[in-house]
């Protein structure tokens, strides 16, 4: 029987003994803890893959080769996305999962915490892997790096040395571990949920998260199985890439877009989640339209799983095929298209104020709802052979994921470091960070648009000297973009070590369990189960 | 609505319930490309790997529509040959038998057996690209630095498509030594 304090509130931890210093870390099982760990490992690994996207763009700055050989600029493009999408964007959403959906809906924690200790853990052991097979080729003896891109598609990727087999166990381990926290998840939700508190009452960021958990418990294993097809293609001799053994590469795209296209909609599910959570309170008016969020939601998980072939356009398909695919494509926008239109109902005729939140929020509509347009021109089959492979795309997707995504866990971040931490944020620093990630963001890859449009390709360390005008444009915006997201560390460790009081309701028109307790919430909460009525 | 408390001991059950689709998902990732072959079989759809044996082709008398015969060749890392093309590209009048020869050397200082496995881009045109006679129908032994001429004898069937106005013919060498051919050889002479 143990005392602990924390902030000043005096707790009593009538179940075990809290282990205090390293051991409370390594052998957590408290949702807030775990989740505080995920989220300070999604902001080093944002850092990390923002500094090889810096390395990218400075090599991009001129045409010709200044300092990165080609194949170690394909490896910088490869791992600054997987170090994106699997170390910083799912680990960042997966934190705030860990640590609202207990407060949201009245639970004391997660339904399954040892379960949870390992999930973070193993993701954890996979960055470490992750990083192991970058080092491994300027070791000797090491191999070329994996210069595949990060759809790994073979036969490129059965040709790569050993830091391929690091990555493909790197995937297993990462894979598995969002599994364990996808199942944990939606035991929760089903579970745990305080009385009277239906299906339809959830918040509507726990069903953001139910439907990416599912979406992750079914789509994880397909790359799971296409790496292990990869890794007995390279060491057992199979041949199930291999068309000279009866097999094709092929195989491989099918089982990776199953997996990467569902993929965007667990990236930018839990963001929407948080939209939909700071609109309405900003707006001083309830969510508009609930039912039809939550509904527009599970249609865009439905459909999102059934269009992944809309990577693959020229790769040779039947016309039925591809046809089916564009249509099934751009059904997606209408669930889209209402998710977003509920946004904007809220705000019209609210009483808005524009903190933080709100501004990431308001541009997350904006900007992502741009990407949608894009999206909808790569969906139709003759524009995207078109487009396929050039700048154009990386525009498109870097405009949906990082509003979609990254900004939403910003806005996220934002709304709620005076619930964690017990202290406001400093606005004007807040204010200042927004603005100059917009100015930075659409000064980067807006000009990529028209670089992808004149033809510009991908992946390539060199460009055509007519390209060269709009990629220092882009180069600088990125700079100033990568320069910026200092601001964030600085603004939330400010944040930690003091300022204003937060109340328990931090803001006015705040909704939700999560508001009733105090700020920061004591170890312990809802160890007896608040009521709904 | 549910008490928390036993609804902890029900999480370990629905746990193991939905761990059952991960591993379900994992399974389907390697059944997906004989299922799909089943699925077409089943419904009678066209698909890529669908060469058709011994399916009747008209030989109808020659005319004089030109089709486009590109050749490639491949050798992969572990066989020490040089595999050449006599010509990139040639001209062929559909419903005419036509000769093409390639050339092999055996770089190395052992006698290494050979198997050229065929494929033919576009897939649509497989089925009317027939092969009378081709140096893939057999095993390939090559002494130690011998080079050799070898011979297909094919024709274009009229039938081929309208819109397929070009093929290409790619072949690749595999080792096929005793060593690699403990199992039995890939029979692809019957299915022409």
Not at chain 2, 127 to 145: A, L, S, V
């Amino acid at each position: 029987m143990s005392t602990v304090t924390i902030h000043g509130h005096e707790v009593h931890d009538h179940s075990h003994a809290t282990p205090t210093g390293w051991r409370r870390w390594l052998l957590s099982t408290n949702h807030k803890d775990i989740g505080t760990l995920y989220m300070i490992f999604a902001l080093l690994m944002l850092f990390t893959g923002g500094l090889m996207a810096m390395l990218v763009r400075a090599e991009l700055f001129m045409p010709g080769i200044q300092f990165l050989q080609p194949d170690l600029y394909n490896n910088m493009v490869t791992n600054h996305a997987l170090i994106m999408v699997f170390g910083a964007v799912m680990p960042a959403a997966a934190g705030m999962a860990n640590w609202m959906i207990p407060l949201m809906i009245g639970a004391p924690d997660m339904a399954l915490p040892r379960l949870n200790n390992l999930s973070f853990w193993m993701l954890a052991a996979g960055g470490l892997l992750l990083i192991c097979s970058i080092v491994v080729p300027f070791l000797p003896g090491g191999g070329t790096p994996v210069n595949t891109g990060w759809t790994l598609y073979p036969p490129l990727s059965l040709q790569v040395g050993m830091s391929m087999d690091l990555l493909i166990f790197t995937i297993h381990i990462l894979g598995i571990s969002s599994i364990l926290a996808s199942i944990n998840i939606i035991v929760t939700l089903f579970n745990t949920r305080a009385p009277g508190m239906t299906l339809m009452k959830m918040p509507i960021f726990c069903w953001a998260w139910m439907v990416t958990a599912f979406l992750l418990i079914l789509i994880m294993p397909a790359l799971a199985s296409g790496v292990t097809m990869l890794l007995f293609d390279r060491h057992f001799g199979t041949s199930f890439f291999n068309a000279a053994g009866g097999g094709d590469p092929v195989l491989f795209q099918h089982l990776f877009w199953f997996f990467g296209h569902p993929e965007v909609y667990v990236l930018l599910l839990p963001s929407m989640g948080i939209v939909a959570h700071i609109v309405p309170t900003f707006s001083r008016k309830p969510l508009f339209g609930y039912t039809s969020t939550v509904g527009a939601m599970i249609s865009i998980g439905a459909i999102g799983m059934l269009v992944w072939a809309h990577h693959q356009y020229t790769i040779g398909m039947s016309l039925a095929a591809v046809t089916y695919f564009m249509i099934g494509t751009i059904l997606i926008s209408i669930p889209v298209g209402l998710m977003i239109l509920n946004f904007i109902a809220t705000m019209w005729r609210g009483a808005m104020s524009f903190e933080t939140p709100m501004l990431f929020a308001i541009a997350i509509i904006l900007l992502f709802t741009f990407a949608g347009m894009t999206g909808v021109m790569l969906a139709v089959i003759p524009g995207d052979i078109q487009y396929h492979d050039s700048y154009f795309v990386v525009a498109h997707f870097h405009y949906a994921l990082i509003p979609g995504a990254l900004f939403g866990l910003y806005a996220g971040v934002f709304f709620w470091l005076p619930k964690w931490t017990g202290h406001m944020y400093d606005e004007k620093l807040g204010k200042i960070f927004f603005w100059l990630t917009m100015i930075g963001f659409n000064l980067t890859f807006f000009p990529q648009h028209f670089l992808g449009l004149a033809g510009m390709p991908r992946r390539i360390v060199d460009y055509n000297l007519v390209f060269t005008e709009f990629n220092a444009i882009s180069s600088i915006g990125a700079f100033i973009f990568g320069l910026s997201q200092i601001l964030l560390p600085i603004i939330i460790i400010k944040t930690i070590r003091g300022g204003r009081k937060a109340g328990d309701k931090v803001w006015e028109a705040a909704e939700g369990l999560e508001w009733t307790l105090p700020s920061p919430p004591p170890f312990h909460t809802f160890s007896d189960p608040p009521v709904i009525k | 609505m549910r008490d928390p408390q036993p609804g902890e001991r029900r999480g370990g059950r629905g746990a193991l319930w939905l761990a059952l689709v991960p591993a379900t998902m994992f399974a389907v990732g390697f059944a997906i490309a004989p299922l799909y072959s089943l699925i077409c079989d089943v419904f009678g759809l066209q698909r890529a790997a669908a060469a058709v044996p011994g399916a009747p082709v008209a030989v109808a008398t020659p005319q004089n529509r030109l089709v486009t015969v590109r050749f490639d060749t491949n050798v992969p890392n572990d066989l020490p040959w040089d595999f050449v093309a006599d010509i990139r590209r040639l001209e062929v009048r559909v419903g005419t038998l036509q000769e093409m020869k390639f050339r092999v050397r055996n770089r190395s200082d052992q006698s290494i057996v050979g198997r050229a496995i065929p494929t033919i881009v576009p897939w649509q045109a497989e089925r009317h690209f027939i092969k009378t006679d081709c140096f893939c129908f057999r095993d390939q032994p090559i002494g130690p630095g011998e080079s050799r001429e070898m011979i297909v004898r094919f024709q274009v069937a009229p039938a081929l498509p309208d819109d397929i106005g070009a093929l290409t013919l790619s072949y690749t060498f595999l080792r096929h030594d005793a060593a690699t051919s403990a199992a039995p050889a890939l029979n692809l002479s019957s299915k022409e």
